[in-house]
């Protein structure tokens, strides 16, 4: 699966051919705040992504690479494309995380009101409510509902270490028959990786200054390497299993079940990506995953999730988007696309 530097290259030159960059990441792009406050909804006179299927959304997002898996539960279908590709997962690891502590909660083996305390060092960047704190005591709920709604990246590493670690997290998903899913590194770690970034340098939650100190190769190097990691991974078929298990319950109990739902429900991130695809009707529990960009070119645009249609019919869909450029609302417009065709399509 690994991509050859070329191509990684001339994605880069594409995307600076087409946007007016410094070479140095935005504020926006901060590598330590990956999932930022809530998108809008397109705007009503912007100009939507209309096609016919998936493989034209496909084509017309090149050179970037689109996966898409859908399926439907009326007719037990799933159709996409990329299906078995691996995409990196970014946030919406979380919500897999999520589900293997969900499930120690059901065995009995952890409680909701357990309190975590977090110091100023177990903080991280992002646009969550316990990113901007000081620290402090949270319940497990807490922890996840902020790292699902906000995606606060604070409460998910910590929710990661209290899980056992990414290898548990993994081994997990395999023991209830997930495969093309895979959890290795936190989110600081990720973040180091993606830019270059040597371990023995401390962050904290602004990487701005270290990243003056890391040469412009180096950080090329590790984002060009970051386009086919394995690590972090997930294919589009691998997600939408995940969520047909979760949804027939196979993965947690009926009360967890709702429980998660309800929070996936409420999130906030990514308004422009699946959300405003289907129609204000449809019910819609999901999961964002938004990486760094580099050179004009992103690494990762994502969104899965469980999608009920007002007649009732409900779909699972994932789609990951890696390597493209554009702003992060022209990058949302071509999920919102994947989403009208999954809800127009038989």
């Given at each position: 699966m690994k991509a050859s530097s070329s191509r990684a290259c001339d994605l880069i030159?594409?995307?600076?051919?087409?946007?007016?960059?410094?070479?140095?990441?935005?504020?926006?792009?901060?590598?330590?705040?990956?999932?930022?406050a809530p998108t809008p909804p397109p705007a009503e006179t912007e100009q939507p992504l209309i096609a016919d299927t998936f493989q034209e959304i496909a084509d017309r997002a090149k050179p970037a690479i689109l996966g898409v898996a859908v399926y439907d539960f009326e007719t037990g279908a799933m159709q996409g494309v990329n299906l078995s590709r691996p995409f990196s997962l970014q946030s919406v690891f979380k919500i897999f995380l999520s589900s293997a502590l969900l499930s120690q909660v059901d065995a009995g083996q952890l409680s909701l009101d357990k309190t975590i305390t977090l110091t100023p060092e177990d903080l991280r960047g992002g646009g969550g409510t316990i990113d901007h704190s000081d620290g402090g005591s949270f319940t497990v709920r807490d922890l996840l509902r902020a790292a699902l709604i906000e995606s606060d990246n604070s409460a998910a590493d910590a929710l990661l270490r209290l899980s056992g670690g990414p290898e548990k997290v993994t081994a997990w998903l395999r023991g209830k028959g997930i495969e093309g899913v895979r959890i290795d590194r936190d989110l600081r770690t990720i973040a180091r990786d993606e830019n270059g970034i040597p371990a023995d340098l401390f962050p904290g939650r602004n990487a701005s200054s270290i990243q003056d100190r890391v040469p412009k190769a180096t950080r090329q190097a590790a984002f060009e390497f970051a386009l086919s990691d394995p690590r972090d991974t997930g294919t589009p078929e691998g997600a939408v299993h995940f969520l047909v298990a979760l949804k027939k319950g196979e993965i947690l109990s009926a009360s967890s079940t709702s429980l998660l739902l309800g929070w996936l429900q409420e999130v906030k991130t990514g308004q422009g990506r699946l959300r405003a695809g289907f129609s204000l009707q449809t019910t819609l529990a999901h999961k964002t995953g938004t990486s760094l960009s580099f050179e004009g070119v992103n690494l990762a645009t994502n969104d899965i999730g469980l999608a009920t249609l007002p007649g009732g019919r409900t779909l699972a869909i994932a789609v990951f988007l890696s390597g493209a450029s554009g702003t992060d609302q022209e990058r949302s417009r071509i999920l919102a696309a994947c989403a009208r065709v999954a809800a127009k399509s038989n």
């Open positions: 030159a594409t995307a600076g051919a087409l946007l007016l960059l410094s070479g140095n990441l935005s504020a926006q792009d901060d590598p330590f705040r990956k999932e930022q």
